[in-house]
Antibody, heavy 121, light 110 residues
């Protein structure tokens, strides 16, 4: 079945870096655009970044632009999020998500279970 | 502040109907399709409605979506206690080149 499994979360000090990974299975990973979406404790959903199926286009939320980098390795069916210069406000559950195959406007059809990132000294 | 505006909470009795609004602008809802997501407590979100009014396989027809101008609406009929969740609208914003979400609406089934 279609599955997205995030890893790499943890506790990190402000200013440090962390790389999240998302292992995809059950579908042709190289055919789908992929998102990262985060959710701070007790807050709503915040979109982070999207990458086209072939990596040709990438877009970022203003809150992470210049600090985070989304990338993918289609040979490994894996999505990444490199997070640098982390701040306390980056503390959140980070979801890996797949663009829905039938929907427009880059709607999300599949979500991972999330990985928690805590930025604290 | 979220780009899309939703009411923080709505409530209704079991069996009743509720609607959740989502207001945006011409750069997002006005010119792009809207999707809706349901997030049950402690779980990842799930796609409920896409392309304004289409339901993915497995989503009951108690859930419906509509769009008019720069606003969208999610409707839920025959409310069940299991529908208690947070609901989010979302769409692509062409000016921001970003996926945008509403702030979320907490549904309470009394």
């Amino acid at each position: 079945q279609v599955q997205l499994v995030e890893s790499g979360g943890g506790v990190v000090q402000p200013g440090r870096s962390l790389r999240l990974s998302c292992a995809a299975s059950g579908f042709t990973f190289s055919s789908y655009g992929m998102h990262w979406v985060r959710q701070a404790p007790g807050k709503g959903l915040e979109w982070v970044a999207v990458i086209w199926y072939d990596g040709s286009n990438k877009y970022y939320a203003d809150s992470v632009k210049g600090r985070f980098t989304i990338s993918r390795d289609n040979s490994k069916n894996t999505l990444y999020l490199q997070m640098n210069s982390l701040r306390a406000e980056d503390t959140a559950v980070y979801y890996c998500a797949r663009v829905d195959e039938a929907a427009a406007a880059l709607a999300i059809g599949v979500w991972g279970q999330g990985t928690t990132v805590t930025v604290s000294s | 502040q979220s780009v899309l505006t939703q009411p923080p909470s709505v409530s209704a009795a079991p069996g009743q109907k509720v609607t959740i609004s989502c207001s945006g602008s011409s750069s997002n809802i006005g010119n792009n399709y809207v999707s809706w997501y349901q997030q049950l407590p402690g779980t990842a979100p799930k796609l409920l409605i896409y392309d304004n009014n289409k339901r993915p396989s497995g989503i009951p027809d108690r859930f419906s979506g509509s769009k008019s101008g720069t606003s969208a609406t999610l409707g839920i009929t025959g409310l069940q206690t299991g529908d208690e969740a947070d609901y989010y609208c979302g769409t692509w914003d062409s000016s921001l080149s970003a996926l945008v979400f509403g702030g979320g609406t907490k549904l309470t089934v009394l």
